[in-house]
């Protein structure tokens, strides 16, 4: 019984190999992620007597390689969240932290929780590259919520409320949104309060005819007599313009840069059996449906509904003392981020929409009856929504036989 503890970093991992009852089988070393150094490990692990298993902590992409490799050596690999190392043994006051104690904590875990390690299975190609493509996406929105928030501080001072003056979704085919686009002609109020009605309409009509607009008078009306009554604090000077434009154009290149990701995304996504039925699931669109995707991966990697919410922080901290229950525990926010944030945009989705006969939205609007708070109501209908979710992928693909890589 040989527990393999690896504390992963970028370009080297520290390795400690430890027996029952804390015997040091091989002390601490370091391993350089290369091919002669990881068959060198692969060798010595091979060499051990009796069962051995490798732990590391899945730490952002640096154990893939090597657990991969691992894997394909036939080695049995386990992939843990750090949390949970983290918390293993975490009661001392002082914590030390170095890469070969950290090895050995690893290590040690293994063999304190030996039969309830799962085995470690390469993501396929597929997944992964959704899952990069994701992390790419997330970047990217926050790039574009950042030059967003620019231009309309900018408008506060050239031509304030003219973003929520539009309020057309942004455009499927390319993702511009028309404020944008409005204000890269018109940065300044004065530039249509100046003019005549009849002169407006004349550039405006143009405007939407070379930018693939719908122009209606009306609407024409009224962004005229919205810059008529808008007050400006600065002037319409050449410097200022230019400004304002070249902070419009950095959100449409930011814009561009999300809805190409995002297409990609859906490319990528649909060659994925669960597809179709991801996206027939309410609530779930081209923007979101890959995104959780790429975050859950395979969903026959979770023995279970329970694991799977566990993974992804949805279960309840375990908050009980002596004679003490605690009754209403917190979620324990452990897994992605990025998951969470986007399944709780699928249930301000079915709030505003209110679907009908709809078990997700049935069970958020119970809770909201039971005068739980808002969050409280909203992750808890998050959490039915992925049981859901893993219920009916994982049957998908039992269905379609596609082998767990």
Not at 184 to 191: A, I, K, N, T, Y
Not at 259 to 275: C, G
Not at 333 to 348: A, E, H, N, P
Request: net charge positive.
């Amino acid at each position: 019984m040989n527990a393999i503890g690896i504390d992963v970093s970028k370009g080297k991992s520290t390795v400690a190999v430890l027996r029952p009852y804390g015997e040091v089988v091989v002390s601490p070393f370091d391993v350089a992620h290369t091919g002669s150094d990881l068959r060198a490990l692969a060798d010595l692990i091979k060499k051990l007597p009796g069962e051995t298993k490798v732990v590391m902590e899945a730490t952002g992409n640096y154990f893939e390689s090597i657990a991969r490799y691992l894997h394909e050596q036939n080695i049995f690999v386990s992939v843990v969240n750090p949390v949970l190392i983290s918390d293993f043994g975490g009661n001392t006051l002082r914590k030390p932290k170095t890469d070969k104690k950290d090895s050995v904590k690893i290590a040690s875990y293994a063999l304190n929780y030996w039969l309830d390690l799962r085995e470690y299975t390469p993501q396929e190609d597929l997944r992964k590259s959704l899952k990069l493509l994701n992390r790419q996406y997330q970047q990217s929105i926050k790039l574009k919520t950042m030059m967003n928030n620019n231009l309309i501080s900018l408008l506060d001072l050239t031509f304030p409320g003219i973003n929520k003056l539009f309020t057309s979704p942004s455009r499927e085919s390319d993702g511009h949104e028309k404020w944008v686009d409005f204000v890269l002609e018109f940065p300044h109020c004065d530039m249509i309060s100046k003019l005549t009605i009849k002169s407006f309409t004349r550039k405006h009509m143009k405007w939407c005819s070379n930018n693939s607009y719908y122009f209606t008078e009306s609407s024409c009306e009224k962004i005229y007599a919205f810059a008529k009554e808008c007050v400006s604090s600065v002037s319409s000077d050449e410097a200022i313009v230019f400004s304002v434009v070249q902070a419009a154009k950095m959100l449409v290149s930011a814009t561009e840069n999300c809805h190409a990701i995002q297409t990609e995304m859906n490319r990528v996504a649909s060659k994925l059996p669960e597809y179709d039925t991801v996206m027939n699931m309410y609530g779930v669109g081209k923007a979101v449906g890959p995104q959780i995707m790429a975050e859950i991966g395979d969903p026959r990697r979770f023995h279970s509904r329970k694991a799977i919410t566990a993974y992804f922080g949805y279960d309840s901290e375990n908050n009980d003392s002596g004679q003490k229950t605690t009754r209403s525990n917190p979620m324990t926010k452990k897994g992605s981020g990025v998951l969470r944030r986007t399944l709780f945009i699928i249930m301000q989705v079915l709030l505003k929409t209110k679907p009908q006969d709809n078990p997700v939205y049935d069970f958020l609007i119970k809770k909201q009856s039971e005068g739980k708070h808002y969050y409280s109501y909203m992750n808890a209908a998050a959490n039915k929504f992925l049981r859901i979710y893993y219920a009916k992928v994982k049957e998908v693909l039992h269905t379609t036989e596609t082998p767990l890589t």
